[in-house]
Nanobody
Framework: DVEIVESGGGMVQNGGSRRLSCQTS????????IGWFRQAPGKEREAVSCVWERDGRTFYADSVKGRFTMSVDSAKKKAFLQMNSLKPEDTAAYYC???????????????????WGRGTQVTVSS
């Protein structure tokens, strides 16, 4: 069975950094696209970043470009999200997800993703 578990959330001050981890199991990591998404209370889920190892490119939402960096460790089936220069508007539950059928590149559309973790909360204080 596919399992996705996020960790690393917590409280951080405005301008600070945080690194999230996503441990996956139950599928061939390199065949799936992995995405990070977030959802703040009262708002829709939005994309943060994604990568598909077979394609090699990483994509970011405009709101996080230059501040967040996504990476993966295929051998350990893990994905990471390094978040720098955090702002209060980055406060959200962050989710890691897997897309079993990526096409040409990973997608920043959350409906493409089949399997999701439970999320980890990141709160940025002003």
């Amino acid at each position: 069975d596919v399992e996705i578990v996020e960790s690393g959330g917590g409280m951080v001050q405005n301008g600070g950094s945080r690194r999230l981890s996503c441990q996956t199991s139950g599928f061939s990591f390199d065949d799936y696209a992995i995405g990070w998404f977030r959802q703040a209370p009262g708002k829709e889920r939005e994309a943060v970043s994604c990568v598909w190892e077979r394609d090699g490119r990483t994509f970011y939402a405009d709101s996080v470009k230059g501040r967040f960096t996504m990476s993966v460790d295929s051998a350990k089936k893990k994905a990471f999200l390094q978040m720098n220069s955090l702002k209060p508007e980055d406060t959200a539950a962050y989710y890691c997800a897997a897309d079993s059928a990526p096409y040409l590149k990973c997608s920043l559309e959350y409906l493409k993703y089949d399997d999701w973790g439970r999320g980890t909360q990141v709160t940025v204080s002003s």
